[in-house]
């Protein structure tokens, strides 16, 4: 789901914010050889370049705004190509993809609502070769490893909607945090369906108080659930949430997955995720399970990197070294708070590791926005 537009005011939050930092303007506004210059503030979107030349295209977005923004490339008939999240304000990062021939939208939206100002852009030139067969077969293997997580997400969100249609909170509340472990892990690519994240997906935080009569999907039945002790009357957004996760499926069944735009970008957007949602205990506010999400979100990226870990490590052996420590730090600070086959609540976990987690996500992340660019060639 898309970050609020704010996080927490704690210690975690705070140190989460060096991860939209990562990129900095540390190079005295300099643009680098080749990039294109994209410069978003709250209201605009001002892309130096609109003639582009076909491959590989790299984008150095600087956010001037005040409010923390995220960068979207899409096709004509609006969906999401590919997206960098959570640039923070005052901040630069540099986004590659790959882009055939046509027109493309370019859109800057503070506060990550998916709104904002555009600028279309015209792609021309030859569409890139086949490339390394390696990529392909990746490409593969992650969809066969997106469609599993999707259906193992529709099977435990079908028994989780049947437990909550019968009035069985105890028995929704173990049901809850196993029905997004597989959606968490792809959650990258299910976001691109920008008309059903938001109704599955939404937090009541991240909503205007005149958008709250529209709220559906699993956070508000988490609500329900933890806060209001019932589940009453809330059967229709159970079945709506079931139906929506099918769309999900069935759209996923027929998309073709990118190994730039959809797997190393989307990589790093999980990792975003992570320290910009689970790592402050905004996701699950209600539930305190966000440790199950962090596990979905880092397994989902881990994937991502093993899959592309041959490419890697022969383009750029050092960054797949960094990235093979990265994982398994965090890997070993998430195994600290195992439970019981799953992991604590997310509220007994004091300040001191929080900040662990999410020193390592950062630490994490810094590689990880590398990826792209090395598996671009």
């Given at each position: ?39 978003a503030t709250d209201k605009s979107c001002t892309v130096a370049k609109t ?132 959606w968490e892990s792809i959650e990258s690519v299910a976001e691109k369906f920008g008309d059903l994240d938001p109704r599955m997906d ?176």
């Amino acid at each position: 789901m898309r970050v609020a537009p704010f996080l927490a005011a704690t210690g975690v939050a705070a140190v989460s914010m060096t991860l939209l930092a990562a990129c900095g303007d540390g190079d005295g506004g300099k643009t680098a050889a080749g990039a294109i210059a994209v410069t978003a503030t709250d209201k605009s979107c001002t892309v130096a370049k609109t003639d582009l030349t076909a491959g590989k295209v790299t984008f150095e977005i600087t956010n001037k705004g005040s409010e923390v923004n995220e960068f979207e490339v899409l096709r004509p008939d609006g969906s999401i190509l590919a997206e960098r999240e959570n640039i923070g304000p005052g901040t630069k990062t540099d986004f590659v993809t790959k882009l055939n021939p046509g027109s493309y939208t370019l859109l800057c939206s503070a506060g990550q609502t998916g709104k904002g100002p555009t600028t279309t852009v015209t792609v021309t030139g030859a569409s890139a070769g086949a490339g390394d067969p390696r990529l392909a077969k990746a490409a593969a293997e992650y969809k066969t490893y997106v469609l599993a997580q999707i259906n193992d997400s529709y099977t435990r969100t079908e028994a989780f909607v049947a437990a909550v249609k019968a009035g069985d909170v105890a028995r929704a509340k173990e049901l809850y945090a196993p029905s997004r472990l597989g959606w968490e892990s792809i959650e990258s690519v299910a976001e691109k369906f920008g008309d059903l994240d938001p109704r599955m997906d939404a937090r009541e935080a991240d909503l205007k108080p005149e958008e709250r009569k529209n709220w559906s999907g699993w956070h508000l039945l988490e609500k329900a659930l933890w806060k209001d002790g019932s589940v009453k009357g809330k059967e229709k957004y159970a079945d709506q949430l079931l139906k929506d996760l099918g769309e999900v499926r069935t759209r996923l069944n027929t998309l073709t997955l990118d190994p730039v735009n959809d797997m190393a970008a989307g990589a790093k957007s999980l990792m975003d995720e992570v320290a910009t949602g689970k790592v402050t205990g905004e996701e699950e506010a209600f539930s305190h399970t966000d440790l199950v999400d962090f596990k979905g979100n880092v397994d989902g990226a881990k994937k991502v990197y093993e899959l592309l870990k041959p490419i890697v490590q022969e383009r750029d052996a050092a960054l797949a070294a960094d990235l093979d420590a990265g994982f398994k730090t965090v890997d070993d600070l998430l195994a600290r708070h195992e439970k019981n086959g799953s992991y604590v609540s997310y509220d007994t976990v004091g300040e001191a590791d929080r900040k662990k987690l999410s020193d390592a996500v950062n630490a994490l992340g810094e590689p990880l926005s590398k990826l792209a660019k090395v598996v671009a060639g």
